[in-house]
């Protein structure tokens, strides 16, 4: 069985400031996909970024990027740059060629001025 | 990006009654899925449908849940009878195809069962 973990429950940053969000997954599929999204304060959850497990270049879409480690079974994402509207809850989630995504608890960016 | 609606954003019901929840996935995608969030547990997945069937579903996915998109209008998670404990927030998603592609999600139904 798949399984997602998000140990960092909160995060609060300056805005313009870096941030880094970790995440480590658990599979016994050779081929499965990353997905980092989030959900803002109305609720709404929107599809940020991915990497397939296959590809070594780690994805990068706008200010956000991440950093997968293979060997470690660990996707970060990684915000430059951050805004105050960045301020949400982000979630990773995996799947393989089953169609239900795995998620992760989620970790609350706070982005302060 | 690509919208999902969901309809109603909210609904009480008793105990014992049956609740229909309302998805209008992205136009030209064909996988639906619907999700359930207990506050402050992870999103966990129910269900995904595709070409007018369940393609695969979880432990959650109880006998007294049901799906169908009759006629490609909405799709819909029926809940007959509700319990306590279906009280959550379901979301609804939907994908281009299957397998890797991303899937973009609706903005939930809080569903309260009293």
């Known amino acids: 069985a798949q399984k997602v973990t998000q140990t960092q429950t909160s995060i609060s940053v300056m805005e313009k400031t870096t941030v880094t969000m970790d995440c480590v997954y658990e599979?016994?599929?050779?081929?499965?996909?990353l997905f980092w999204y989030k959900q803002t304060a109305s609720g709404e959850i929107v599809f940020l970024i991915r990497?397939?497990?296959?590809?070594?270049e780690n994805a990068t879409v706008g200010h956000y990027s991440l950093n997968f480690q293979k060997p470690k079974s660990s996707i970060g994402l990684i915000i430059t740059a951050t805004q105050i509207e960045d301020s949400a809850v982000y979630f990773c989630?995996?799947?393989?060629?089953?169609?239900?995504?795995?998620f992760g608890l989620g970790t609350r960016v706070s982005v302060f001025p | 990006g690509p919208k999902v609606l969901q309809i109603p954003s909210h609904q009480i019901i008793d105990m014992g009654q049956m609740v229909t929840l309302n998805c209008d996935p992205v136009s030209n995608h064909l996988y639906f899925y619907w999700y359930k969030q207990i506050l402050g547990q992870q999103m966990e997945f129910l269900v995904n449908f595709y070409n007018g069937k369940v393609m695969e579903k979880s432990k959650l996915f109880k006998d007294q849940f049901s799906v169908e998109r009759p006629d490609g209008s909405y799709f819909t998670l029926k809940i007959q009878p509700t319990a306590l404990e279906d009280s959550a927030v379901y979301f609804c998603?939907?994908?281009?195809?299957?397998?890797?592609?991303?899937?973009?999600f609706g903005p939930g139904t809080r569903l309260t069962v009293l």
């Open positions: 990497q397939d497990s296959y590809k070594k």
């Open positions: 998603a939907s994908s281009l195809t299957g397998g890797a592609y991303e899937q973009y």
């Open positions: 989630a995996m799947k393989d060629y089953a169609q239900g995504l795995t």
């Open positions: 599979t016994q599929d050779s081929s499965y996909f």
